[in-house]
């Protein structure tokens, strides 16, 4: 292979350009020519993107978001979309592309490899909820983001004896609740994986209210959702001052942590590696702390659940 491509698509997470950086790089190495994508699989079917080069991602390593700017492309998925994506690879001489974002993203490179434009994902998602990996660039910055934010937000919940409801995003999975909040050591982590009783949340913070502690931090998935009302209900209840906070997209921003930059540099040289080999239709993966790849295919079959283990022993030490 001698000209490749890489593009970043869905919702940004950091390490992304770190990850940018080590195909480019590792392209370059090889003495391969290295096309960036604008927007997605937008750019693609557009026909917007730019000649890298070793220095066009010097100093991005410890930059959030993706230089590359990113989206979530409807077109992409019609025939049309794709024609015009196969185009601009005939046209451009593009063999193969590195595709860095989620599943939905990795649908895409499917359909692109199934016509013979030969692509990597890379797992990068904030939310961890790719199923064929335990691990995803952008998770980890984004857990300290929570654990740094929700560590303020508990300073004022200490001050006013009152109780914070805090939702965090993870779509519909609770990956980053589950693990924010452990590391915040929060009273109760709701998250869709789990039923919950609203019962339980006023019987946990009864007990722990005779036990002399007067604040609390409860973290909801944002797959749940309406933590408003359940801090209406919470006070209620309890009789506990509460207030509710969605951190939003702060959780998103913000420079890579060591393990996100660690982790989208190897990876990105391994996808690029395995493009040089000829060999395309792969997702690499973390499993058991091993960088491994899966045929797409496959790694979109794959179940993935949350760590029940985590989950109880959360629960058993917030009290
Ligand atoms: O997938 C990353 C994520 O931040 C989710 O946690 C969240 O549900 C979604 O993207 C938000 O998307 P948008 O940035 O389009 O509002």
Known sequence: MKTIAVLTSGGDAPGMNACIRAVVRTACEKGMNIYGINRGYNGLMEDDMFEMDLRTVSDIIDRGGTVLHSARS????????????????????????????????????????????????????????IACTDYTIGFDTCLNTIMQTVDRVRDTSESHDRCTVVEVMGRSAGYLALEGGIAVGATYIIVPEKPYDLADV?????????????????????????????????????????????????????????RDRVMASIMGNKAVKLLMDGIGNRVIAVKDDKIVDYDIFEALQMKKSLNDEYYQIAHEISI
Not at 78 to 96: L, P, S, V, W
Not at 216 to 235: D, P
């Open 74 to 129: 409807l077109n992409f998925k019609t025939e049309e979309g794709m024609q015009a994506a196969i185009e601009t690879c005939q046209r451009r001489g593009i063999e193969g592309i590195v595709v860095i974002g989620g599943d939905g993203s990795f649908r895409g490179a499917r359909d692109l490899s199934l016509r013979g434009i030969p692509c990597i994902g890379v797992p990068g998602t904030i939310d961890n909820d």
């Open 202 to 258: 006023i019987a946990r913070m009864k007990k722990t209210l005779k036990t002399g502690k007067r604040h609390f931090v409860i973290v909801v998935a944002e797959g749940i959702g309406g933590v408003a009302n359940l801090a209406k209900r919470i006070e209620e209840e309890t009789g506990v001052e509460c207030r509710s906070t969605i951190l939003g997209h702060i959780q998103r921003g913000g420079s890579p942590t060591v």
